[in-house]
């Protein structure tokens, strides 16, 4: 049996909407050919044992099949997503501009912990960084155990708030017990990551208007005397790497000649290296960063100068600098420091890149492990997860209430 489809004008009819055909587009008329013409729909011939209904059905179900294959398994061409191409204006290309404007109408935060011996510079390099004064006081060696200053201040700069928070170290290394010394940084670290972990876990939690003081970026100010890194140095960077994202940096490097901070480099990165410590690396990953990411990681650890004094020069600049005998150190001259590029490293271009780093890697891992200790995993919620939550608050409570009576006995012992 043999069907022959007529070509005609055809328009396919739907509950809610009417379909038509779109106008071909103006081809030119091919030659007169001699030749005759063939139908525009060629015949089909069927069997006697199929019906042109069972033939649709056939080829309706392999269409259907093949797109879900398509569908589980990708494109074999493209695994990419099919990309809508819209044929009028709606308004995705706001969007960039709807989160800078929510960022700015929210601000930022930063937090910085600066961590190094008595008398390094910790201050100076801090108020060189952000020009401003920090009023910190100054620190003695008659401390019986580490410290942590903290200064709050409210900065803006071209319509962008940052709530910049910085903490010093006072005290470290003063300390016979040098493990010590460094227990009360990673305990203070560690204090910042459950305060957010606890938001996290409430059942009425905001954590936009939270204020968010984990540690965005740890400044390791390394002493350039001696032959390299110390044991503390290295007991406490190891700690660190863990939980920060630490940026060693030579202090004071206008104490050694140009040949002397290139070993002295050298020598520390193969310390770092012998023993397993990982110091942040600005990422790379970005094209637009790339090549001065790749500089920057090539001068780590960066050697500083810091001053909170001011010089005027022969031509009439001034300049923040120290001023010795045979001549003067410009802070913000990259022939004379890495202060320029340290800055350039943590405040212009990876600023965003080290608060990510904090949540999604550093905090993330602190977060999984602490749940662990719940003894909760994925699933679980509910009365579960406010037990768990419950229950540490009680050895909380109990640790509290143990370090309280200790006080006490020591306070009536001396009385």
């Given at each position: 049996?043999?069907?022959v489809?007529?070509?005609?004008?055809?328009?396919?009819?739907?509950a809610d909407s009417?379909?038509?055909p779109?106008?071909?587009?103006?081809?030119?008329?091919?030659?007169?050919?001699?030749a005759?013409?063939?139908?525009?729909?060629q015949?089909?011939?069927?069997?006697?044992s199929?019906?042109v209904t069972?033939?649709?059905?056939?080829?309706?179900?392999?269409?259907?099949n093949?797109?879900?294959?398509?569908?589980?398994n990708g494109?074999?061409?493209?695994?990419?997503?099919?990309?809508?191409?819209?044929?009028?204006?709606?308004?995705?290309?706001?969007?960039?501009?709807?989160?800078v404007?929510?960022?700015?109408q929210?601000?930022?935060?930063?937090?910085?912990l600066?961590v190094?011996e008595?008398?390094?510079?910790?201050?100076?390099?801090?108020e060189?960084?952000?020009?401003m004064k920090?009023?910190?006081?100054p620190?003695?060696?008659?401390?019986?155990?580490?410290?942590?200053?903290?200064?709050v201040?409210?900065?803006?700069?071209g319509?962008?708030?940052v709530?910049?928070?910085?903490v010093?170290?006072?005290?470290?290394?003063?300390?016979?017990?040098?493990?010590k010394?460094?227990?009360?940084?990673?305990?203070?670290?560690?204090s910042q990551f459950?305060?957010?972990?606890?938001?996290?876990?409430?059942?009425?939690r905001?954590?936009?208007?939270?204020?968010?003081?984990?540690i965005?970026a740890?400044?390791y100010?390394?002493?350039?005397?001696?032959?390299?890194?110390?044991?503390?140095?290295?007991?406490?960077?190891g700690?660190?790497?863990?939980?920060?994202?630490?940026i060693p940096?030579?202090?004071?490097?206008?104490?050694?000649?140009k040949?002397e901070?290139?070993?002295?480099?050298?020598?520390?990165?193969?310390?770092?290296?012998?023993?397993?410590?990982?110091?942040?690396?600005?990422?790379?990953e970005?094209?637009?960063?790339?090549?001065?990411?790749s500089?920057?990681?090539?001068?780590?650890?960066?050697?500083?100068v810091g001053?909170?004094?001011?010089?005027?020069?022969?031509d009439?600049?001034?300049?923040?600098?120290?001023?010795?005998?045979?001549?003067?150190?410009?802070?913000?001259?990259?022939?004379?420091?890495?202060?320029?590029?340290?800055?350039?490293?943590i405040?212009r271009?990876?600023?965003d890149?080290?608060r990510?780093?904090?949540?999604?890697?550093?905090?993330?891992?602190y977060r999984?492990e602490?749940?662990?200790?719940m003894?909760?995993?994925d699933?679980?919620a509910?009365?579960k997860?406010?037990?768990?939550?419950?229950?540490?608050?009680?050895?909380l409570?109990?640790?509290?209430?143990?370090?309280?009576?200790?006080h006490q006995?020591?306070?009536?012992?001396?009385s």
């Open positions: 049996m043999m069907l489809f007529q070509h005609e004008k055809m328009s396919l009819v739907h009417v379909i038509r779109t106008k071909p587009p103006n081809v030119p008329s091919p030659k007169a050919s001699h005759p013409k063939a139908p525009l729909i015949p089909i011939t069927l069997s006697s199929t019906t069972e033939k649709q059905q056939k080829t309706s179900s392999n269409a259907t093949n797109n879900n294959n398509r569908g589980l494109d074999a061409n493209n695994n990419a997503e099919p990309e809508l191409k819209l044929t009028g204006f709606v308004g995705f290309d706001s969007l960039p501009y709807q989160f404007r929510r960022c700015q929210n601000g930022f935060q930063f937090n910085l600066c190094g008595t008398g390094i510079g910790k201050t100076t390099l801090v060189s960084l952000f020009n920090m009023e910190f006081a620190c003695d060696h008659e401390l019986n155990t580490v410290e942590l200053r903290t200064r201040l409210d900065v803006a700069e319509g962008v708030r709530k910049l928070r910085v010093e170290t006072a005290g470290f290394g003063d300390q016979l017990d040098k493990e010394s460094a227990r009360v940084i990673i305990d203070y670290i560690n459950e305060g957010y972990l606890k938001e996290e876990l409430k059942v009425k905001n954590l936009t208007k939270f204020d968010d003081t984990r965005h740890c400044l100010l390394i002493s350039p005397t001696g032959h390299g890194l110390k044991a503390l140095d290295l007991l406490t960077l700690e660190l790497s863990k939980r920060v994202n630490v940096l030579i202090a004071k490097a206008d104490t050694a000649c040949d901070l290139v070993r002295f480099k050298q020598k520390i990165i193969s310390e770092l290296k012998a023993h397993k410590i990982e110091i942040y690396q600005f990422p790379i970005d094209e637009t960063v790339r090549k001065e990411n500089a920057l990681n090539a001068l780590l650890p960066f050697a500083i001053s909170v004094d001011f010089v005027t020069k022969d009439g600049r001034v300049v923040r600098a120290r001023r010795y005998p045979w001549g003067m150190v410009e802070v913000e001259n990259e022939e004379h420091c890495d202060f320029v590029r340290l800055r350039e490293a405040l271009t990876n600023q890149s080290l990510e780093q904090t949540h999604n890697v550093l905090y993330e891992r999984r602490r749940l662990r200790q003894k909760m995993s699933g679980d509910g009365p997860m406010m037990e768990a939550f419950a229950q540490r608050q009680k050895e409570l109990e640790e509290f209430q143990k370090s309280e009576e200790q006995k020591e306070f009536f012992v001396e």
